[in-house]
């Protein structure tokens, strides 16, 4: 079965500062879907930014990007430019087919002004 | 655009007592529908998947079960709750058309006592 493991349960960051949030997973499978999700306190689950396997391009989506890396099976969220509104628990997740997703446990980014 | 909606927000029940939450979808014909449910400071684990009206798959055993009656209403039920099922439950849904993202309803705290 497929995991996914943060190995970071809190991360602090200063204000305009830049933080890495790691993840690695497991999956014999070749093509797959990586996401992050960030909860804020509304505990709504919002989409971050995804990544396609079978594409050596690492995604970004503004101040958000990540650090591809298949052969490895990791997959870090690298946050520029920290704001007080990026304060929240970041989940990385493994898709297993359609929306099935595999979570980690959570890392837990806190923002200081 | 498609929205999802999930009741009620907050939920204290008694232990034995029975289980109700509902999440429904707009804007989206024949979604795929999911339960999730968050233990406190954990990931979210997937409970329940449906591909269409009556077809439901379990991925977990549990006292919960759920049911799609209509094409945008899923519902996840107990008869007797446990103070087990206590947790933070998800509604999701995702298109089966290429799209492999999930999108969050804004969940359910329910907390048996």
């Not at chain 2, 549990?62 to 996840?76: C, E, G, T, V």
């Not at chain 2, 087990?84 to 359910?108: K, N, R």
Request: glycine residues 6%.
């Amino acid at each position: 079965a497929q995991t996914v493991t943060q190995s970071q349960p809190e991360m602090s960051v200063q204000e305009a500062e830049t933080v890495t949030l790691s993840c690695t997973y497991d999956t014999s499978e070749s093509d797959y879907y990586l996401f992050w999700y960030k909860q804020p306190p509304s505990r709504q689950m919002i989409l971050v930014i995804r990544q396609e396997a079978y594409k050596q391009q690492n995604a970004t989506e503004n101040r958000f990007s990540v650090n591809f890396q298949k052969a490895a099976k990791s997959f870090s969220l690298k946050i520029s430019d920290s704001q007080l509104g990026d304060a929240a628990m970041y989940f990385c997740a493994y898709n297993q087919g359609a929306q099935k997703l595999v979570f980690g446990q959570g890392t837990r980014l806190t923002i200081n002004p | 655009s498609q929205t999802i909606h999930q009741w009620p927000a907050t939920l204290v029940q008694p232990v034995g007592s029975p289980l109700s939450l509902e999440c429904t979808v707009e804007g989206t014909s024949n979604p795929n529908l999911y339960w999730y449910r968050q233990a406190a400071g954990r990931g979210l684990q997937l409970l329940f998947y449906s591909i269409g009206i009556d077809q439901i798959s379990s991925e977990v055993p549990q006292n919960l079960s759920a049911s799609r009656p209509q094409d945008r209403q899923f519902i996840l039920s107990s008869k007797k709750l446990l103070l087990s099922d206590s947790g933070f439950y998800l509604c999701a849904w995702g298109t089966g058309q290429g799209v492999p993202e999930a999108f969050f309803g804004q969940g359910t705290r329910l907390t048996v006592v």
